[in-house]
């Protein structure tokens, strides 16, 4: 897996640039805003299945539950039941737009361990990483019962000697972009930047054309391609 230090320095090398022992200085920040940036484009590509996962709220306030930053949207919101031997299914909640959600009743809550069967009959946006739900549950049980279907943006790693939670085969794409953005931003080449641009594009095209083909097969995932 590359490293933070390991991809800028290929940025560099790529534009011709002396690579770096660390990214500490000005260079070292203009490098890693291009990475960020690179990442959030490629990330929103697709729908990656390394960036797909469900997850619960990291905070509830009232009938609000908040996500991580790193949130890039929402594919679905359920309510997880449990059949007892340890099965369980899922029960979609419907999303509704916020002024129709808000004109319904006041949001009710309820105590998932004493309403059984109750669980939130609609949802609503209050924030790109806020959901506002009714019902809504007050107690944890019914709160870690809400799961969160999301496509997550990747995060650049927080130290350089940090690697990037992606495929190994994802990361010259990565390259690719902010090489173009490093070029047009700090080295003025509008041509050489162009010429990246064209290159990431193309790869992109070729990886999202690949996810569409094997993508509906059982169990697939890109890192079956590193075994």
């Keep these: 897996m ?4 390991e991809l800028a320095n290929n ?8 690579p770096l022992p660390n990214l500490n200085g000005l260079q070292g920040t203009q490098l890693k805003t291009c990475i960020t940036y690179a990442l959030n484009r490629t990330s929103q590509l697709n729908d990656w299945d390394f960036l797909s996962e469900s997850r619960n709220a990291n905070v509830w306030a009232g009938s609000i539950a908040t996500l991580d930053t790193d949130v890039q949207r929402i594919k679905g919101v359920y309510w997880r039941v449990p059949l ?37 009959s609609r ?6 990483n806020r959901f506002q739900f009714n019902p809504y549950p007050i ?14 943006f990747l995060q650049i790693p927080v130290n350089d000697n940090g690697v990037f939670t992606c495929p190994d085969f994802f990361i010259p794409l990565i390259q690719k972009l902010a090489s173009a ?14 010429s990246f641009t064209m290159l990431w594009e193309s790869e992109a095209q070729t990886l999202r054309d690949r996810h569409r083909a094997t993508g509906n097969q059982r169990g697939f995932s890109f890192y079956n391609r590193r075994r």
Excluded: C, K
């Design 11 to 18: 940025v560099l090398l790529s534009v011709n640039e002396r």
């Design 181 to 194: 953005e490093y070029a047009r931003n700090h080295l003025e080449d509008t041509s050489l930047a162009n």
């Design 139 to 152: 107690d944890t049980i019914g709160q870690n019962a809400i799961e969160f279907d999301i496509i997550r």
């Design 84 to 120: 007892g031997g340890g099965a369980s299914r899922r029960i979609a909640i419907p999303f509704m737009q916020t002024p129709e959600f808000l004109a319904l009743a006041h949001n009710q809550s309820f105590d998932s361990t004493l309403s059984v069967g109750t669980y939130p």
């Design 2 to 5: 590359a490293t933070l230090l």
């Design 123 to 128: 949802y609503t946006t209050v924030g790109w």
